[in-house]
């Protein structure tokens, strides 16, 4: 599956609130007819700015079209050519497209009229016929090697999971059918289609007593059945005879929802997903909106919470066109599918209520693994579509499997199986083929970092990168010889773009070394990358770098201001700072201020900043998600506070042990380590450790909480931003993930929720809920406000936004948030 070109968004995990704190943004700006600026590569990731513009905290919360609106979801064209990028419009949120032709030179904007020509959801490249085909708004288009383009399907149908068959036809989805079409004739077959319904049958059984003695007593209800049955008998065999006419529909049950619907290449097999329907807002809540357009009090329905979730399994259902035949696939050939894997959990529980737990082997729900980061299916077909491999997961978060099809036995056969106690890295899941080969590629955590694998059939696996670095983004290049991928090998905070043999004769050869923060798209001819590069000081830009080449990548946009670079930002150190509970560092930037001097009398204030997501890293060397919260740090400096920005434990970026450090305890590591950065700026960076207050939003207002709770003098003010109160109230997804679920596990929530601990606070607290949130809805912030009414507690106050989702979206909502921050910060740590 490949990622939409067409919809530009920012994707992040669940709880960052960095969507408030990101812009969306930039783009050519200040540049005659958008020609780049000469601009040469920055090596130093931590380069200082200069300049002479005030800093203000009007001027960082202002629009972020100010900074400048960054390439966003840079891509190449459909014949391999050009790169393509979206561009946020000064003071709109529509976006415009940009090409750069043969990937140097100017950026020119693309008409609307002609975005067919490069823009696309899926996209398939046929190289031996010389076509590519890709989906534009819905439709088919072909492009040749000459440069013709031909419009295939022209409706409102929505076609889409364009595939490529082994006898070069296109294969595509449409509603619940798959298609196979001739893209030179335009004719077109439909494949199979499904129905979620049962098999027809001519006449109902009777129901009951009633029913049956009406059917024996009554001779024209007789005739009626009979009648009924010999059009029924017709049909079938119409059907049965002229099969080539027609594909006969598989019929999947009734009460269930069609989850996946994948073809073979051959055309002979496809496997179906289904499970009973669900829906993340079954069973939810609902949001009151009170600032609504027609004045009135409007109703959102927003999802369910993690108490109320329930375990879903998903069928797996082979699919034979040949026979018609449909098999449903058991996981019972799936090594733990059955085990007990929360019994200590259970029994743990059990015993805290004085009762008793008896392990026993049930079967697991199980369903297909989705990658949170990485747009890919979890069903992939060699190209002859002669195997089939699937991830799957338990819903329960502990195991994951790769499987592939026995065909002829019809069952599933283990592949590989990736167990944690804690749970499984909802990223780092990326797996297929090797081309003509029965050789599976894929990631996995199995010896504390996500690395790259292969595992022939029936074989032991072979592991292709190895270190204290963390793989992502992987792309197998057109030969299956290679894997290309970004990794923080050079440091954790340095992710640079590399490539491995994916025979293992040979090691990791490094291709970029730009420092800072670089991911990458190789290109269809696998001669090229585009490459975004960021620094600290510098937003995300575009540079190219053939693969050939073994100088430097090629710079191709300057999007940031002038404004923006006339200021004199502070650039953050990377610092190590040691832990005490692990024999890992913590690593975190620091800002200190321009004319910071460790010998002076007095001591500085300081400022922690707590990241959100739980699972981000923002303490590396590249452009923050968190820009407006990286502009105020500078501006802090200016007002004379020395500021830390920490990567916790259960922080991304750091292995499996660092992720998983929080299971069953959210708030207890990450409150350890908060300790442990404010000795540090005690120690090394001369701060008054009485004199250090603390912010975050999402999972880092959850963390503030859980710091002035827990451990009440470690800040002298904290302000939490849209923060969890109590995790039995958040999402399944995210919060299952850590926590097991509220029925199962009760003293993980207790143990991890701030509510529970609220009694704690000694120190000034600012709250800060918008109302309108349905990711951490406002009534966290709400039973939490009741909470410190009864208990009586005294210096807290809270702000409310009215229009702001978790993200927040107005400037103005922006300002006045965080001028209370600073007033709070003023007024108690000054």
């Not at 699972?615 to 919260?629: C, D, K, T, V």
Request: hydrophobic share 35%; with cysteine; net charge negative.
């Amino acid at each position: 599956m490949i990622k939409s070109r067409l919809v530009v968004a920012v994707s992040l995990a669940l709880l960052t609130g960095a969507c408030a704190s990101t812009s969306t943004s930039t783009a050519l700006e200040n540049q005659p007819q958008n020609t780049p600026k000469p601009a040469t590569v920055q090596t130093e990731a931590l380069a200082s700015a200069t300049g002479t513009a005030d800093l203000t905290i009007e001027q960082i919360m202002a629009d972020q079209d100010w900074i400048g609106r960054e390439p966003q979801s840079a891509f190449w064209s459909p014949d391999g050519k050009d790169i393509l990028f979206y561009q946020k419009q000064q003071g709109s949120e529509l976006r415009d497209l940009y090409r750069i032709a043969n990937a140097s030179g100017a950026a020119v904007k693309v008409p609307l009229s002609e975005w067919h020509q490069y823009a696309y959801d899926d996209i398939v490249r046929n190289r031996a016929a010389g076509w590519v085909a890709y989906t534009f708004e819905g439709n088919i288009l072909v492009l040749d090697n000459a440069g013709q383009l031909k419009q295939l399907t022209r409706d409102d149908e929505r076609q889409y999971q364009l595939a490529l068959l082994a006898d070069g036809r296109l294969a595509y989805r449409e509603g619940d059918a798959l298609f196979a079409m001739d893209v030179t004739t335009g004719s077109r077959q439909q494949l199979l289609s499904v129905k979620m319904a049962d098999q027809p049958k001519a006449n109902k059984a009777p129901d009951d007593y009633i029913a049956e003695e009406q059917q024996k007593l009554i001779q024209f209800i007789q005739k009626q059945r009979r009648d009924r049955a010999e059009r029924f008998e017709r049909e079938q065999q119409l059907r049965q005879q002229n099969a080539s006419m027609t594909a006969a529909p598989f019929y999947l049950g009734d009460n269930q929802e069609l989850v996946a619907l994948s073809l073979s290449p051959n055309a002979k097999y496809a496997l179906a997903v289904i499970s009973e329907p669900t829906s993340w807002r079954d069973d939810g809540d609902i949001m009151p909106n009170y600032v609504a357009e027609d004045g009135r009090i409007e109703i959102e329905h927003v999802r369910r919470r993690v108490a109320d979730a329930k375990p879903v399994n998903q069928q797996l259902v082979l699919l034979d066109l040949t026979t018609h035949q449909q098999t449903p696939l058991t996981y019972n050939t799936l090594p733990g599918w059955n085990e007990d894997v929360l019994a200590a959990v259970k029994r743990e529980n059990a015993k805290a209520q004085g009762e008793s737990y008896q392990s026993h082997k049930a079967p697991r729900a199980i369903q297909l693994m989705q990658d949170w980061y990485w747009d890919q299916s979890a069903i992939q077909w060699t190209a002859d579509g002669n195997q089939v491999a699937v991830m799957l997961e338990a819903w329960d978060n502990k195991d994951r499997w790769i499987a592939t099809v026995d065909f002829a036995g019809k069952r599933l056969d283990s592949q590989h199986r990736l167990h944690d106690d804690a749970w499984i890295n909802y990223d780092h899941n990326q797996f297929g083929w090797l081309p003509n080969s029965k050789t599976l590629w894929f990631q996995s955590e199995q010896d504390g970092y996500s690395h790259l694998y292969t595992k022939a059939i029936g074989g032991d696996s072979k592991q292709l990168t190895k270190g204290s670095f963390v793989v992502e983004n992987a792309t197998l290049s057109n030969d299956g010889n290679t894997l290309y991928f970004k990794a923080n090998k050079p440091h954790p905070g340095n992710y640079e773009i590399y490539s491995v043999a994916t025979n293992g004769e040979s090691g990791i050869k490094a291709i970029t070394d730009l420092g800072g923060f670089n991911d990458f798209q190789l290109s269809p001819d696998n001669q090229r990358l585009i490459i975004t590069h960021s620094a600290a000081l510098q937003p995300p830009e575009l540079y190219s770098k053939a693969l050939s080449d073994s100088g430097k990548a090629k710079r191709l946009t300057h999007t940031v201001s002038e404004k923006f670079e006339s200021i004199d930002w502070t650039a953050p150190s990377i610092v190590a700072v040691p832990s005490s509970h692990v024999d890992r560092p913590i690593y975190s930037r620091v800002y200190f201020p321009k004319d910071f001097d460790p010998n002076r009398a007095q001591q500085y204030p300081a400022v922690v900043f707590i990241h959100g997501a739980g699972y981000l890293q923002n303490a590396h060397m590249g452009w923050s998600l968190y820009q407006r919260e990286f502009m105020f740090h500078s501006f802090l400096n200016k007002h004379g506070y020395v500021v830390l920005d920490l990567d916790y434990r259960g922080s991304k970026g750091y292995g499996r042990d660092w992720r998983t450090a929080i299971y069953r305890q959210m708030g207890t590591p990450e409150v350890e380590d908060l300790v442990d950065v404010v000795d540090w700026l005690g120690d090394n960076a001369h701060v008054d450790t009485q004199r250090v207050g603390t912010y975050g939003g999402s999972y880092g207002g959850f963390l503030t909480f859980m710091a002035l709770f827990k451990k009440p003098g470690l800040f002298q003010a904290g302000s939490a931003l849209r923060p969890v109160t109590d995790w039995a109230h958040y999402n399944t997804g995210y919060t299952a993930n850590i926590l097991n679920l509220p029925q199962n596990d009760p003293i993980a929530y207790r143990r991890s929720s701030p509510i529970y601990f609220a009694d704690g606070l000694q120190d000034a607290l600012l709250i800060n809920s918008p109302m309108v949130d349905d990711n951490v809805f406002f009534e966290d912030g709400v039973r939490l406000v009741q909470r410190l009414i009864e208990l009586e507690k005294q210096d807290w106050e809270t702000a409310i936004y009215p229009v702001e989702p978790h993200g927040f979206r107005q400037p103005s909502s922006w300002l006045n948030e965080y001028r209370r921050i600073f007033k709070l910060f003023e007024e108690n740590l000054k």
